[in-house]
């Protein structure tokens, strides 16, 4: 009797536990029938599973797609361009496919912008969003699903989160007919604040350009450990001081790999009771350290909002180290002995000069309790002669490849917007100006510029896709490629492009002068070339080219006013650089206007060592005085 009444007391608590589970599941069936009501878009009960389902898997696509986003510092896939360049992005682990691009590297600045990123997150949502669904198999057997092939997705980075929608029309009818569900659009909230984020990241690596911090720093750990990193000094010493260039440069990368982590960004929380690594031994808070003093970074900003960032320099990443004077990867200080009374002392005297590059990674976290999210960039540093080397030298372009969605894209064409191309000198129309539209990774061909008004202006009057933030580009023989913003948003825009004029000129003679008699001139020998670089000394345009070379690149001058260039040309013979030219030149546009040929002199010198010809390289700018300046006929 016991086991029969045991029998029906478990019976009942299953009954029990099964009503439990259908009242539950009544309850979140009827939660979300209610909260789609209130939306205006009531669900009926049968299909509330369905809809639960995708609506999940929007956030999780959207979810997975910020964290791509957040590791490898604002891309959705690294580009060809950049996987194929090892110098463009550090491997963070022991896979290739695990790179972070470098925001900063060789002079050139690759810092994404927002809409690109954006860009990136729409087409990792709606790919991750396709993988999720699985076109539909868990629900094969309850539904008849008709569906798109594609998603739409759309990012926003809001000031307190991130919204993701997916467009994506879908039919479905129960397997008995008795039920229709239709939906168009799929929406979720993410607590990930990238818009403040990113304002962090790039206020990060402004500043770093400008400041110079992580290697300013690293040339202060240099300076207090000059026992095995040695600088420069005078030693009362009659023996030969050696160092190996090997030991030093992993004393160096060990000292920054400690020491970096500990730099702090004013207006981030941090630790200050953390204990520190103390030279003498004892123990010490950051709060009481020298890292309180010299390791707080002030971007100009006083809040972040609670935003945290670190700085982590591996030990095992790659990195370039040269010392100078060294031989065989030894560094070496000889002694000199004194003369007459002086005959019994020695002295070793030394001054050596390092060149780096090494990458640093930096972490920003919103410590968000729902969801912890980070986000990392890399950069390299760079240390040329002791001193911080982040001159730019020119910016990467963020125009993705397109494809037939480009086509689609362009396709659609409904805002009506006149485009005037101008000159920036005479203010005289420009004819034949092509004109192409850049809206995130889409970009559309716009035609050519014609004449209109019987003459008297040259542009288009033609429809152009929506877009918030286009870019606009406009190319004419003779004329400097132009680009500017242009929002496609409402009918009636117009605007002017004005373009700068250019000088092209092809004609360019090198003549060398050696450096034991500079007024001696020479003209190149058959294995022999130059390369020149031309750079305005107040703007960023550059132009450059080789000679002599098959391929036909003529050097391009300004056309809009008188400019001051630097001059950097240098001598080639194979791989080997035999001298050059460093200096600044101010053509008039007069001179420029008439010229047909270019003259370039150089200086150069038959170094008997390496370390000669590059002691003669980085003074090249003072010997360069010593020959004329160019000539321009």
């Not at 809409?115 to 999720?132: G, P, V």
């Not at 990674?361 to 760079?382: G, L, R």
């Not at 360019?508 to 305005?536: D, G, M, Y």
């Not at 006013?561 to 194979?574: A, Q």
């Given at each position: ?321 040269t010392a100078r004077p060294s031989a065989g990867g030894i560094m070496r200080a ?249 200096g600044e030149w101010t053509p008039s546009l007069g001179q420029i206007q008439h ?39």
């Amino acid at each position: 009797m016991r086991k029969k009444r045991g029998s029906l007391k478990g019976a009942q608590l299953s009954i029990f536990m099964m009503l439990a589970a259908l009242m539950l599941l009544g309850g979140v069936v009827w939660f979300v029938i209610i909260d789609a009501s209130e939306k205006g878009t009531p669900v009926p009960r049968e299909a509330a599973p369905l809809q639960t389902f995708i609506t999940a898997c929007a956030k999780d696509a959207g979810e997975k797609a910020m964290r791509q986003i957040g590791y490898t510092g604002g891309y959705a896939d690294i580009p060809p361009s950049i996987g194929s360049n090892p110098a463009a992005s550090l491997q963070t682990g022991p896979f290739a496919s695990l790179r972070q691009p470098y925001w900063w590297h060789d002079g050139i600045s690759s810092v994404p912008p927002l809409d690109f990123i954006q860009k990136e997150a729409e087409r990792a949502t709606a790919r991750e969003f396709l993988a999720c669904i699985d076109n539909f198999s868990a629900f094969t057997n309850l539904y008849k699903i008709t569906a798109p092939g594609n998603p739409l997705a759309e990012v926003r980075f809001n000031k307190e989160g991130t919204s993701v929608s997916i467009i994506y029309p879908i039919n479905a009818v129960t397997g008995d007919n008795s039920t229709t569900f239709s939906e168009q659009e799929f929406t979720a909230e993410l607590p990930i604040r990238f818009a403040n984020i990113y304002t962090l990241a790039t206020a990060m690596m402004e500043r770093e350009n400008k400041d110079a911090f992580i290697e300013r720093k690293t040339i202060d750990l240099m300076a207090m450990d000059q026992e095995n990193i040695p600088l420069a000094g005078v030693e009362f010493d009659c023996s030969p001081r050696t160092w190996l260039q090997d030991e030093v440069r992993q004393r160096l990368q060990e000292l920054m790999s400690v020491n970096l982590p500990f730099i702090k960004v004013k207006g981030t929380p941090y630790l200050t009771t953390q204990y520190v690594p103390n030279p003498e031994g004892a123990q010490e808070t950051f709060e009481n350290s020298y890292y309180n003093q010299h390791y707080i970074w002030d971007l100009g900003v006083e809040d972040f909002e609670g935003l945290k960032a670190g700085f982590t320099y591996d030990s095992k990443w790659p990195i370039i180290f040269t010392a100078r004077p060294s031989a065989g990867g030894i560094m070496r200080a000889e002694p000199q002995e004194g003369t007459d009374v002086l005959s019994k002392v020695c002295l070793n005297i030394y001054h050596f000069t390092y060149d780096m590059a090494f990458p640093v990674k930096a972490d920003i976290i919103d410590e968000n309790p729902q969801q912890p999210y980070v986000f990392s960039f890399a950069f390299m540093a760079a240390i040329d002669h002791n001193q911080p080397s982040r001159q730019n030298s020119g910016y990467s372009l963020f125009d993705q490849e397109e494809s037939i969605v480009s086509d689609e894209y362009c396709a659609n064409k409904d805002v009506e917007a006149t485009i005037l191309t101008v000159d920036n000198v005479t203010g005289d129309a420009v004819k034949g100006a092509n004109l192409t539209f850049t809206c995130g990774r889409f970009t559309c061909g716009m035609g050519a510029t014609e004449w209109f008004g019987f003459g008297a202006a040259a542009g288009i009057v033609a429809k152009f896709p929506r877009c918030t933030n286009g870019v606009l580009r406009a190319a004419a023989p003779g004329y400097l490629e132009s680009a500017q913003f242009l929002q496609t948003e409402s009918d009636g825009t117009s605007t002017l492009v004005f373009l700068t004029p250019v000088k092209d000129i092809s004609r360019i003679t090198i003549v060398k002068h050696p450096f034991s008699n500079p007024i001696q001139e020479e003209l190149l020998s058959a294995s022999e070339s130059a390369s020149i670089v031309l750079r305005a000394t107040d703007n960023s345009f550059q132009t450059h080219t080789l000679t002599p070379s098959s391929a036909s690149l003529p050097l391009q001058f300004l056309m809009d006013k008188e400019y001051t260039y630097h001059v950097s040309i240098r001598l080639l013979n194979d791989e080997d650089t035999l001298g050059g030219y460093e200096g600044e030149w101010t053509p008039s546009l007069g001179q420029i206007q008439h010229a047909n040929t270019l003259t370039f002199h150089v200086i150069q010198h038959e170094a008997k060592t390496e370390d000669e010809q590059f002691s003669f390289i980085s003074d090249l700018a003072a010997h360069s005085s010593k020959v004329p300046l160019p000539q321009i006929t």
